[in-house]
């Protein structure tokens, strides 16, 4: 329960922090919209092919804008040596680490949120249909890309090109679960059930989410002190 507690105390101080200056909330935002604007116009909205692939153009515009946020995790620690005293605070790896990776995910599903309506303006798509199985997947994907982000944003925090690094290294990692998110998204928009296609998609989710989860929680120690 202590430790839940302190797991609570990171992602409140930082979800206050970012809430406080809503820089990387509203570059993100608005990198999401500007993408999902230019898709748009790429695709045809009223086309087959562009109802086929949406689920593909929506987690793109959600990987793209997630990388704003998640860079952000540990770089606003740096100044006045602020990552130095978290990291000597008496408070363990993992519950930091959790602290952080829960704010980033709550972030980001505050970015999607906004981003669902009008991704359904622009590509006249009715994404209410499946909606609690969409928001399952929406939920597992999201948990997924801010496990290894976060991871990611502790590991290059200390190198210069970071904002380019991040990126190469997140989707890099992440393509099973961004490719899982897509194809289960794509069927859950056309109105398919969530079974059959679409359900082994979705424990495929979780299984990844199990999987770097556990990973994330064993390695963050070793991360963080190096």
Known sequence: MAAWRLVLIVAHKDLRAELRTKEAINSSFSFALVILLLFSFAFDPTAE???EISGGLL???FAFAGALILNRSFAREQPNDCLDALIAAPVPSAALFLGKALANWLL???VEAFCFPVF?????IRWTRQFWPLLLVVVLGT???TLIGTMFSALTVNIRLREVMLPLLVYTVMTPCLLAAMQATSLLLAGEPLAGEAAVWLRFLIGFDVIFTSLSLILVETVLAG
């Not at 359904?120 to 006249?124: A, E, H, L, V, W």
């Open 108 to 110: 980001l599903l505050g």
């Open 143 to 145: 948990w997924g890309f």
């Open 120 to 124: 359904g303006i622009f590509y006249n």
């Open 59 to 61: 987690w793109i515009a």
């Open 49 to 51: 092919v562009t109802r």
